[in-house]
């Protein structure tokens, strides 16, 4: 048995991944590979809670898949799966369900802002739960780390609730899960809003340059800086916060020249834009490699399920034996 700690991330399969992912989550799990034990989950059942078109989640989760190799995730080290296929999820669901109440799910922030930014008029049993599902998830692998952005740590909270309720009703099975926050953790869309495909305001990993260059002239900036001349303030503009992420070595001078005056935005958003084109570039050529081999991503995609329902399948054979349900 590795003595490595268990690390459980996921993503829900919405298509093609963006510069918040790569930001928030994907760089981060590319650090972690080889320091501790990962598992990849690719949340499809998540995905029904905000959309119940499920026709297009196995083409999101290949297209996921391969941006995920792509970003550096080594299948071998750390398996990729889907949730949907691996049935204990559901059944783990099912038991902590009940040992959380729904005053509890209601309180939860995370869900407030989603059915805000996402115009939803009522919300759903399964959406209200789905930290529940989320506990499940991350508990099945008996995950004792949980990289997430700030927005997510309520649902980590959530996880530690319910494993603890768990161990000291029935019996100890499971670790509570720590959040383990990103250095930088939300890399912000270009309206200044959380990044996201539903905000229609993303770059993504498979843009090419002439597509994001085009994307960051929409980019928001200092809104005092109206002609060329102006004095900016960097502090408060968006394409600042994205030369400091991909432009690090120019970053005291593209601020210096925007406090003066000498730098205007167009030249400053054509800048950043070249940036981030090159350090995509090396991505760009991995993504089309997968993209060219489907059958290996189905391959990969299976082993990574068998690998992952063995580890699942030993978690519920404890927790049966410790609710005396076998
Ligand atoms: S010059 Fe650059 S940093 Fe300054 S306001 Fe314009 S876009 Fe932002």
Same mark, same amino acid.
Do not use: M, W
């Given at each position: 048995m590795s003595s490595l700690k268990t690390i459980l991330s996921g993503m829900r399969p919405t298509g093609k991944l963006h510069l918040g992912h790569l930001v928030g989550a994907l760089e981060n799990w590319v650090t972690l590979q080889g320091q501790y034990k990962n598992y990849h989950l690719i949340a499809d059942y998540h995905a029904l809670t905000t959309n119940l078109d499920s026709s297009g989640l196995y083409q999101n989760s290949v297209d996921m898949t391969i941006d995920w190799l792509a970003a550096g995730i080594d299948p071998e080290k750390s398996p990729i799966f889907r949730q949907s296929q691996i049935k204990e999820h559901t059944e783990l669901h099912l038991i902590f369900s009940m040992l959380i109440t729904a005053a509890r799910l209601e309180r939860n922030p995370a869900v407030k802002d989603q059915v805000r930014d996402l115009n939803i008029e009522s919300v759903t049993y399964g959406h209200l739960g789905y930290p529940v599902l989320q506990a499940a998830d991350i508990l099945l692998y008996r995950g004792e780390l949980v990289p997430v952005g700030e927005d997510q740590v309520p649902h980590v909270e959530i996880s530690r609730e319910i494993a603890r309720r768990f161990n000291s009703q029935y019996g100890e099975v499971f670790p509570e899960p720590e959040p383990k926050l990103t250095k930088f953790a939300r890399l912000p869309g270009l309206d200044a809003r959380r990044m996201s495909k539903s905000l229609g305001n993303t770059i993504l990993l498979s843009d090419p340059p002439d597509e994001i260059q085009r994307k960051m002239r929409t980019a928001i900036t200092d809104p005092q800086k109206i002609r060329k001349n102006d004095p900016g303030r960097p502090q408060v503009c968006?394409?600042?916060?994205?030369?400091? *992420?991909?432009?690090? %070595? #120019?970053?005291? +001078?593209?601020?210096?020249?925007?406090?003066?005056?000498?730098?205007?935005?167009?030249?400053? *958003?054509?800048?950043? %834009? #070249?940036?981030? +084109?090159?350090?995509?570039?090396?991505?760009r050529e991995k993504r089309a490699y997968y993209e060219s081999r489907p059958g290996e991503i189905r391959d990969l995609l299976a082993s990574g399920e068998r690998r992952a329902r063995e580890r699942a399948r030993q978690t519920m054979a404890d927790v049966r034996t410790v609710m005396k349900l076998g």
């Open positions: 968006l394409v600042f916060t994205y030369h400091q *992420k991909f432009n690090a %070595a #120019e970053e005291q +001078s593209i601020e210096a020249d925007c406090r003066s005056g000498v730098l205007g935005c167009v030249e400053c *958003k054509r800048r950043v %834009a #070249e940036k981030i +084109s090159a350090t995509l570039t090396p991505f």
